[in-house]
């Protein structure tokens, strides 16, 4: 995580070869942590002319939108980047990562759990949600809730709530969706049970 030196070693590697997408990216990136905002803006732009479909470039410059308090801005970044791969979960985990940014948890909450709609084993976005739900516990529940009054019959949905909410000690609502699981054969889900052990 020394920034400063990644960002030494890639700017003269994009003196060497000024069009590598890969090198303005992680350019772009390191200037952003280093807070460099002006530059990172800019070297996600040139990405985006290299390629107008690009959701790195998209991702980064929703960022620095939303440093910028530029959040309708924000938004158009963000919206545009899902609309480009909106079968990837991890552009809804990004996004949701810009609206944690945004004050917007129940917008993050909503994305997460379109990650793990998307049908791929996904544990990133999960653990994401977990950890949500140490800080805002309610934003949580009520997106699962939601996500179920919407997908009765997605027993992920109950289970990952029964998980959540027993690990918050509201037992009563956990041993009611484990119960609705057994008692519908709702198993249709693909995660490891083994991760939360």
Do not use: C, W
């Amino acid at each position: 995580k020394e920034y400063d030196k990644v960002l030494a070693d890639l700017t003269e590697a994009n003196d060497i070869d000024p069009s590598s997408y890969e090198v303005i990216y992680r350019k772009a990136n390191a200037e952003y942590m280093l807070e460099d905002y002006e530059n990172a803006k800019r070297d996600y732009q040139r990405l985006l002319g290299m390629n107008n479909r690009s959701v790195e470039a998209l991702i980064g410059l929703s960022r620095i939108a939303v440093i910028e308090k530029n959040l309708g801005q924000a938004n158009e970044y963000a919206d545009n980047a899902v609309a480009i791969a909106p079968s990837e979960a991890e552009v809804y985990i990004r996004r949701a990562s810009i609206r944690k940014m945004m004050g917007n948890n129940t917008g993050a909450v909503d994305d997460l759990i379109l990650a793990l709609s998307t049908g791929k084993s996904n544990t990133k976005a999960l653990q994401e949600l977990v950890d949500m739900s140490n800080n805002d516990y309610n934003a949580v529940i009520t997106g699962l809730s939601n996500a179920i009054r919407q997908a009765p019959k997605v027993g992920m949905y109950y289970y990952i709530r029964g998980i959540i909410a027993s690990a918050h000690f509201n037992y009563v609502t956990a041993l009611a969706d484990f119960k609705k699981i057994i008692h519908e054969n709702l198993y249709n889900y693909a995660l490891s049970i083994n991760y939360f052990i």
